[in-house]
């Protein structure tokens, strides 16, 4: 069974690089048609996506933290990492890495994907303070 | 970035009863609609996706709909353990959204 797990530093000085990793575990992050995703949850609010990184290695992220976010592979280790620059008290959240499947519906003519979030790590919390 | 808005923003329901919740996005999204159940300090867990396509594992009392720009969670019967805050989020374009949430509480 897969399962994912994130770790890094819980907390970070303002203007720093958060950086955290999400290890895979009951599965490969090379495995054809996955995608790997992060996305954040400040105290008391909704869920953010961050980005998703293909399997491929090609990345998406969101626009709005596009200048700051890198998200890479680490096929050797079977993990996936996070990287957020410039950090601001904006930024104190609990991050979750989460694994991206796919279903296809085959109509004649076109084949339709459609994305899901099905496995999550359990989320850690990072806080921006000096 | 195509809003999501789920309503109502909290529930409350007994034991038993059949809730509703919908979703509704800025634009039309054909039924790129995934739902999600977070219960209190727990990751997010998938429950439906494209719309109406229950996850394997979930129960059969969760049922979703909607094509377009409105969606609908429905949980028949109300149980214990699904008193919980739950996300619609779409997947027909990037960025990933998600609604705000809903919050379900007992009664």
């Known amino acids: 069974q897969l399962q994912l797990q994130e770790s890094g530093s819980g907390l970070v000085k303002p203007s720093q690089t958060l950086s955290l990793t999400c290890a895979v575990s009951g599965g490969s992050v090379s495995s054809g048609g996955y995608s790997w995703s992060w996305i954040r949850q400040p105290p008391g609010k909704g869920l953010e996506w961050i980005g998703y990184?293909?399997?491929?290695?090609?990345?998406y992220y969101n626009p709005s933290l596009k200048s700051r976010v890198t998200i890479s592979i680490d096929r050797s280790e079977n993990q996936f990492s996070l990287k957020l620059s410039s950090v601001t008290a904006a930024d104190t959240a609990v991050y979750y890495c989460a694994r991206v499947a796919y279903s296809i519906v085959v109509v004649p003519g076109e084949d339709y994907y459609y994305y899901y979030m099905d496995v999550w790590g359990k989320g850690t919390t990072v806080t921006v303070s000096s | 970035d195509i809003q999501m808005t789920q309503s109502p923003p909290s529930l409350s329901a007994f034991v038993g009863d059949r809730v509703t919740i919908t979703c509704r996005a800025s634009?039309?999204?054909?039924?790129?609609l995934n739902w999600y159940q977070q219960t209190a300090g727990k990751a997010p867990k998938l429950l439906i996706y494209?719309?109406?396509s229950l996850r394997s594992g979930v129960p059969s009392r969760f049922s979703g709909s909607g094509s377009g720009t409105d969606f609908t969670l429905t949980i028949s019967s109300l149980q214990p353990e699904d008193f919980a805050t739950y996300y619609c989020q779409q997947s027909y374009r990037t960025p990933v959204t998600f609604g705000q949430g809903t919050k379900l509480e007992i009664k």
């Open positions: 990184i293909y399997h491929s290695g090609s990345t």
């Open positions: 494209a719309a109406s």
């Open positions: 634009q039309s999204i054909s039924t790129y």
